[in-house]
Every structure is written in structure tokens, then in C-alpha cells.
């Protein structure tokens, strides 16, 4: 069973720095690539941020780019979010997500087709 | 980047109902299309790919249609555990790659 749990969201204050762990089970981790999804409270998803299986490509949501920094590793089958530079507007529900799709460097396809429960992060003084 | 709609926002239904969620691209996407379900309090589900296929150990109530721009979800049969928020996904990108989610359709019970 596919398992994909997710860790280290708190309450952090503006302009603060956080990391959020996925730990993946269940399924071969380093052939997928996996996503890091968001959702704001009373809001839709939003669509932060992918890495292909062996780290080599990451791609970012232009609200997030140059502030966040995914990565993996694969002997610990985790994946990572690296959260810098926080704002208020980052407050959410970090979802990761496998992707039985894949990605290359001219196009990726994406279905996330598994998600751990989440992790909140608030960005509040 | 492409932009995903979604009508209705919200809708009433009864359970036996049938009901049917639009979600249009704002350029065409072939079936590149995945339906997610999303309960209070719980992760996305995947319910449809690529348009028209259903997930595994998903109910065949649950159908999908369309290409190009517009694409619906379509429930047979309304049932009591299917009140929920259902989300569109466009699942094919090239430089720069982004992932978009339509804003939602909350089913709810009349």
C-alpha cells in the first residue's frame, strides 16, 4: 500500500524558513517523480512544485520560485521543501504527491495519483 | 500558462441525482484532463485520467468526456459518500512547466 506521509509544518513568522519532509512507502520511490501541493485554508489546490525521479529536473509555481527549493533523497525515500523567505500568503495545507506520470526536459505529464494527508503551515506574527 | 475553469461553482443535488461538472481549458490540452474528489478534512482522490478513464476502485457512476478545451464530469447516480468538492487538473506541460487546478465544484446535498 502506498503510503506518503508528511512532516515539519508549524507556526512560523514572516520572513522565516521551514522544511517539510515526505516519507514514501509502499511503492519503488526513486522511479517517480513527486509534487508538492498546496491549499490554502477554504481554498483550492495549488500546484507548488515537482522534482523527476533522480533529482535532475524541479520545476516551480511562479509564487514560489526562488524562495522554495524541492528536493529527494532516494535511500531515504523522502522528499523535501525547502520554505524560505515565508509570507503570510504561504499559509496552507502541504500536500506531497506521487505522480505516476513522468517528466523529461521537454515536457512533463502529471497524475497525482496518490497523497499523503498534509502538513499545515502558518506564516503569522 | 493555461487557465482551467470550472461551472458550476457549486450545486444542489439529491442522492439519486445526475450530475454534471464543467471544466473548460483556456487553450486546448488534447485529453490531457484529471478529475480529483476532495472530502472535508482529506487528501485529493484521483477519480478520472486522460479524460474518460477511470481510476482503479473507482465507481463506473463516475464517468469523464471531452477534449481539446471542455471536458465534464459526469455522476450517474448521486450517492450519500459523493458530497464533495471536485477539482479538474491539466496533466500536460512543456517549458515552463506548470500544473494547473480549476477552482472546484462543491456538491452538496439539497
Known amino acids: 500500500e502506498v503510503q506518503l506521509v508528511e512532516s515539519g509544518g508549524v507556526v512560523v513568522q514572516p520572513g522565516g524558513s521551514l522544511r517539510l519532509s515526505c516519507a514514501a512507502s509502499?511503492?519503488?520511490?526513486?522511479?517517480?517523480?513527486m509534487h508538492w501541493v498546496r491549499q490554502a485554508p477554504g481554498k483550492g489546490l495549488e500546484w507548488v512544485s515537482l522534482i523527476n525521479w533522480d533529482g535532475s529536473s524541479t520545476y516551480y509555481a511562479d509564487s514560489v520560485k526562488g524562495r522554495f527549493t524541492i528536493s529527494r533523497d532516494n535511500s531515504k525515500n523522502s522528499l523535501y521543501l525547502q520554505m524560505n523567505s515565508l509570507r503570510s500568503e504561504d499559509t496552507a495545507l502541504y500536500y506531497c504527491?506521487?505522480?505516476?506520470?513522468?517528466?523529461?526536459?521537454?515536457?512533463?505529464?502529471?497524475?497525482?495519483?496518490?497523497w499523503g494527508q498534509g502538513t499545515l503551515v502558518t506564516v503569522s506574527s | 500558462d493555461i487557465q482551467m475553469t470550472q461551472s458550476p461553482s457549486s450545486l444542489s443535488a439529491s442522492v439519486g441525482d445526475r450530475v454534471t461538472i464543467t471544466c473548460r481549458a483556456s487553450q486546448s490540452i488534447s485529453s490531457y484532463l484529471n478529475w480529483y474528489q476532495q472530502k472535508p478534512g482529506k487528501a485529493p482522490k484521483l477519480l478520472i485520467y486522460?479524460?474518460?478513464s477511470l481510476e482503479s476502485g473507482v465507481p463506473s457512476r463516475f464517468s469523464g468526456s471531452g477534449s481539446g478545451t471542455d471536458f465534464t464530469l459526469t455522476i450517474s447516480s448521486l450517492q450519500p459518500e459523493d458530497f464533495a468538492t471536485y477539482y479538474c487538473?491539466?496533466?500536460?506541460?512543456?517549458?515552463?512547466?506548470?500544473?494547473?487546478f480549476g477552482p472546484g465544484t462543491k456538491v452538496d446535498i439539497k
Open positions: 504527491a506521487k505522480d505516476n506520470g513522468y517528466c523529461s526536459s521537454s515536457s512533463c505529464y502529471s497524475t497525482f495519483d496518490h
Open positions: 509502499g511503492f519503488t520511490f526513486d522511479d517517480d517523480t
Open positions: 487538473q491539466q496533466s500536460y506541460s512543456t517549458p515552463p512547466i506548470r500544473f494547473t
Open positions: 486522460a479524460a474518460s
